[in-house]
């Protein structure tokens, strides 16, 4: 059951940055480990990536072209021919080196002239312009120097970062061990999907929100199970959870009605408050706290569009605080294509569809209205005030990714 504040007691809901910082004290860093280089994508940097050696190593050839001395005026005889991966001879005064790009420039060779710059007959080559020193010629460390600082700790590894690091050469690096989530749903009206539904009934929906999101924003998810609405179940399902997860993450069952089961059960297994209720609509009814092991035990909203809330705005925050990044949530800055209402005390955050910059409402502004929903792909954030902000306002918005 979800019941609301009175407007005039702000001071029973924590502002979610409070809450986020709350968070973040609260957690340990995760331990560290090596991770070979095609898992990398995802995982986050736990010590820095250091350029074992220059890059490139040898300096080479931007160009198909011809190498040459610059000094030496054309015509060139042509002598050799070089491909990447050979290993060049010195160019001999007055010669040149026919060279595909990636090629080693010789020595002797100080620029690269492009196959189009030349004119060739009987293997004497001949510029049909000036040639300068250095032209067309990838120098030694001009990507990076031996030592240089690559990736640095706490950088998520996007699929190029990964190939970075196959470029250095480098099997595996050090990652931050991805945090281990279990996902619990409460609640006896819910059904799986696939099963029918009884007067009543409803089909659950959360725990996928939950697992996708938390999945895609680097975790391990050890499991996701259903907790019955019972004061011994839920307070077994947590301790199980507890010991298996640094982040335990559970859906409905948070407030106040006579099945809601979640305060109770983490007080009863020690966990330590940190705060309970959000200034944010909607999403408010949040409980967050640490276990005596130092998990993370969060008891989201059961609506689904409260529980987008309260994983966007905190959780993936408390995912990048474990792995050692920037725990601010990446926002965006786009305008309002409709006028919207503000509230004195709490920070509405309304999932919409961000198209060039513009955020246009789905209708999805009640927690429950998952279908409306569906099609947001960003999470507008509209600032606390008494009034309404016309259409073209630019306000912040999370990417749902
Ligand atoms: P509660 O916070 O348990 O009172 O739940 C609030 C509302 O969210 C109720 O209408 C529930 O049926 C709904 N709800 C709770 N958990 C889920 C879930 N896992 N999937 C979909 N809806 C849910
Ligand atoms: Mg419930």
Redesign the pocket.
Known sequence: ??TDLPADLPHLRTPVEDARALIVAALRPLPVEAVALHDLAGRVVGEPVIAPHDLPRHANSSMDGFAVDASTPSPWALTAHILAGDDPAPLAPGTTAAIATGGVVPDGANAVIPLERVTEERDVITALAPVEPGACIRPVGADARQGDVVLDRGLRLSPLAASAVSGLGLTEIICVRRPRVVVL???D??VPPGQPLRRGQ??????ILVAATLAAAGCEIVRTGSVADTAEATRAAFAAAIADADLVVS?????V?P??HVKPALRALGVHELFWRIATQPGQ?VWCGTAPSGTLVTGL????LSCLVGLHLLLIPAVRALTGASPEPETVRAELAQPIGQLPARLRAIPMRLTAGRLEPLGASLS?QLSRAAQANALALIPTGDGELPAGTIVDAVPLG
Do not use: A, C
Request: aromatic share 0%; glycine share 18%; hydrophobic share 15%.
């Open positions: 059951m979800t749903t409460t609640g009206e819910l409803i089909h659950e929906s959360n725990s859906t409905g069952g948070v407030s009605g099945r809601d009814p909203p059961g609506n689904p429950h």
